[in-house]
């Protein structure tokens, strides 16, 4: 089966994560699930968590090494709390071997149209912007 095309691989992704999200049947077992996505997430190499891969703008802290294969964007993370990680893993898994241009581009809309949002606090809805910010900066420089 050939590998989709990297726009079609994001549709799916969000897809995916929203109809997962939408058959959870509470906010208890959708933060559930959301923490799970961050246990499950790759560990992050111990050398890269460091002073300088700590993310401004969360109250958590939460490590991010961007990297650029081949021209795709990869995203090792890791946090200090299971909610924002969790967030961090759904962020760096969708954009994860995605082409940068692309990355800087598409928006991920789906984490509205689910309503994972009103699960958010402001201070983590604030951390998962300024982890899109970063994320986008990253990818528009390598563009």
Same mark, same amino acid.
């Given at each position: 089966?050939?590998? !989709? ?14 109809? /997962? ?6 906010? $208890? $077992? ?11 997430? !790759? ?5 890269? @968590?460091?002073? $300088? ?43 994860? #071997? ?16 689910? #309503?994972?949002?009103?699960?958010? /606090?402001?201070?983590?809805?604030? #951390?998962?912007?300024?982890? @899109?910010?970063?994320?986008? #900066?990253?990818? $528009?420089?390598?563009?």
């Amino acid at each position: 089966m050939p590998t !989709p095309a990297p726009e079609e691989l994001l549709r799916q992704r969000a897809s995916e994560f929203k109809e /997962t999200f939408e058959l959870l049947p509470d906010a $208890e $077992e959708r933060m559930r699930y959301l923490i799970q996505l961050g246990r499950s997430y !790759p560990a992050m190499e111990e050398k890269h @968590r460091v002073k $300088e891969n700590l993310l401004a703008g969360c109250i958590s802290q939460l490590w991010i090494h961007p990297e650029l294969r081949d021209g795709l964007c990869y995203f090792q993370m890791d946090a200090d709390a299971l909610t924002p990680k969790g967030t961090a893993a759904l962020l760096c898994g969708f954009y994860n #071997g995605i082409p940068a241009k692309l990355v800087a581009t598409t928006e991920p809309d789906f984490i509205q149209e689910c #309503g994972l949002g009103s699960y958010l /606090t402001p201070s983590r809805q604030s #951390g998962l912007s300024s982890l @899109r910010r970063f994320i986008r #900066g990253f990818a $528009e420089a390598n563009a």
